[in-house]
Protein backbone atom coordinates (compact mmCIF):
# COMPACT_ATOMS: atom_id res chain seq x y z
CA UNK A 1 0.00 0.00 0.00
CA UNK A 2 2.66 2.52 1.00
CA UNK A 3 5.84 2.45 -1.17
CA UNK A 4 9.04 4.10 -1.19
CA UNK A 5 11.25 4.93 -4.15
CA UNK A 6 14.79 6.30 -4.06
CA UNK A 7 16.46 7.52 -6.98
CA UNK A 8 19.86 9.48 -7.64
CA UNK A 9 22.46 6.89 -6.17
CA UNK A 10 25.62 7.20 -8.28
CA UNK A 11 29.42 7.07 -8.69
CA UNK A 12 31.51 10.24 -8.87
CA UNK A 13 34.85 11.48 -6.75
CA UNK A 14 35.27 12.47 -3.63
CA UNK A 15 34.81 16.10 -2.48
CA UNK A 16 31.49 15.96 -5.04
CA UNK A 17 28.05 16.62 -4.17
CA UNK A 18 24.85 14.09 -4.79
CA UNK A 19 21.15 14.78 -4.00
CA UNK A 20 18.98 11.27 -3.28
CA UNK A 21 15.40 11.69 -4.18
CA UNK A 22 12.60 9.13 -1.79
CA UNK A 23 9.32 9.26 -3.58
CA UNK A 24 6.62 8.34 -1.30
CA UNK A 25 2.93 6.55 -2.74
CA UNK A 26 -0.42 5.15 -1.20
CA UNK A 27 0.02 7.87 1.65
CA UNK A 28 0.75 11.33 2.39
CA UNK A 29 4.15 12.31 3.16
CA UNK A 30 3.22 14.56 5.79
CA UNK A 31 1.62 11.46 8.04
CA UNK A 32 5.02 10.04 8.79
CA UNK A 33 8.11 10.81 9.79
CA UNK A 34 11.33 10.29 7.67
CA UNK A 35 14.09 9.50 8.12
CA UNK A 36 17.54 8.26 5.91
CA UNK A 37 20.13 5.54 6.59
CA UNK A 38 22.80 3.39 5.11
CA UNK A 39 24.36 0.03 5.11
CA UNK A 40 27.70 -0.21 3.58
CA UNK A 41 29.18 -3.67 2.63
CA UNK A 42 29.58 -6.15 6.02
CA UNK A 43 28.54 -3.35 8.21
CA UNK A 44 25.24 -2.99 10.00
CA UNK A 45 22.32 -0.38 8.74
CA UNK A 46 23.39 2.82 10.25
CA UNK A 47 21.29 6.24 11.13
CA UNK A 48 22.12 8.94 8.46
CA UNK A 49 19.33 11.44 9.02
CA UNK A 50 15.71 12.05 10.45
CA UNK A 51 12.88 14.08 11.03
CA UNK A 52 11.46 14.51 14.37
CA UNK A 53 8.23 13.67 14.63
CA UNK A 54 7.10 17.61 15.30
CA UNK A 55 8.11 18.29 12.09
CA UNK A 56 5.03 16.83 10.54
CA UNK A 57 3.30 19.95 11.36
CA UNK A 58 5.54 22.17 12.13
CA UNK A 59 9.03 23.13 10.47
CA UNK A 60 10.25 21.02 13.29
CA UNK A 61 13.65 19.35 14.19
CA UNK A 62 15.94 17.16 11.59
CA UNK A 63 19.04 15.25 13.27
CA UNK A 64 22.08 13.68 12.06
CA UNK A 65 24.80 11.21 12.70
CA UNK A 66 28.31 12.75 13.60
CA UNK A 67 30.12 11.23 10.86
CA UNK A 68 27.44 13.46 7.99
CA UNK A 69 26.82 16.45 10.38
CA UNK A 70 28.04 19.73 8.36
CA UNK A 71 27.40 18.06 4.85
CA UNK A 72 24.18 16.38 4.59
CA UNK A 73 20.95 18.18 4.99
CA UNK A 74 17.83 16.68 4.94
CA UNK A 75 14.87 18.06 3.34
CA UNK A 76 11.43 17.70 2.11
CA UNK A 77 8.60 18.58 -0.30
CA UNK A 78 4.88 17.72 0.67
CA UNK A 79 3.61 19.35 -2.42
CA UNK A 80 5.95 16.40 -4.78
CA UNK A 81 5.79 13.78 -1.36
CA UNK A 82 9.36 13.69 -1.64
CA UNK A 83 11.77 13.85 0.92
CA UNK A 84 15.71 14.70 0.03
CA UNK A 85 19.08 13.96 1.23
CA UNK A 86 21.55 16.14 -0.09
CA UNK A 87 25.21 15.20 -0.19
CA UNK A 88 28.31 17.68 -0.14
CA UNK A 89 31.78 17.12 0.52
CA UNK A 90 31.75 12.68 0.27
CA UNK A 91 33.97 10.80 1.21
CA UNK A 92 35.15 7.01 0.44
CA UNK A 93 33.86 6.30 3.50
CA UNK A 94 30.23 7.45 2.22
CA UNK A 95 30.28 4.54 0.38
CA UNK A 96 27.43 2.26 1.37
CA UNK A 97 23.39 1.63 -0.07
CA UNK A 98 21.03 4.35 0.44
CA UNK A 99 17.50 3.66 2.19
CA UNK A 100 14.85 6.33 3.29
CA UNK A 101 12.73 4.55 5.66
CA UNK A 102 9.10 6.62 7.37
CA UNK A 103 7.67 5.90 10.45
CA UNK A 104 4.45 6.78 11.96
CA UNK A 105 4.72 6.82 15.32
CA UNK A 106 7.38 8.62 17.30
CA UNK A 107 9.55 6.44 18.28
CA UNK A 108 13.71 6.67 18.49
CA UNK A 109 14.99 8.44 14.81
CA UNK A 110 18.36 6.87 15.26
CA UNK A 111 16.87 2.51 15.20
CA UNK A 112 15.56 1.04 12.39
CA UNK A 113 13.28 -0.63 13.91
CA UNK A 114 11.53 2.38 14.79
CA UNK A 115 10.60 3.00 11.10
CA UNK A 116 7.59 1.03 9.32
CA UNK A 117 8.13 1.46 5.57
CA UNK A 118 11.57 1.03 3.65
CA UNK A 119 12.15 1.80 0.04
CA UNK A 120 14.66 -0.72 -2.26
CA UNK A 121 17.92 1.53 -1.62
CA UNK A 122 20.11 3.21 -4.24
CA UNK A 123 23.74 2.96 -4.36
CA UNK A 124 26.26 5.45 -3.34
CA UNK A 125 29.76 5.06 -4.46
CA UNK A 126 32.49 7.76 -3.66
CA UNK A 127 36.24 7.17 -5.47
CA UNK A 128 39.19 8.58 -3.92
Known amino acids: QVQLVESGGGLLQAGCSLRLSCAVS????????MGWFRQAPGKEREFVAA????????????YYADSVKGRFTISRDNAKNTVYLQMNSLKPEDTAVYYC?????????????????WGQGTQVTVSS
Open 101 to 117: AARDSSGSYYQPLSYRY
Open 51 to 62: FSWSANWSAGNT
Open 26 to 33: GRSLSRYA
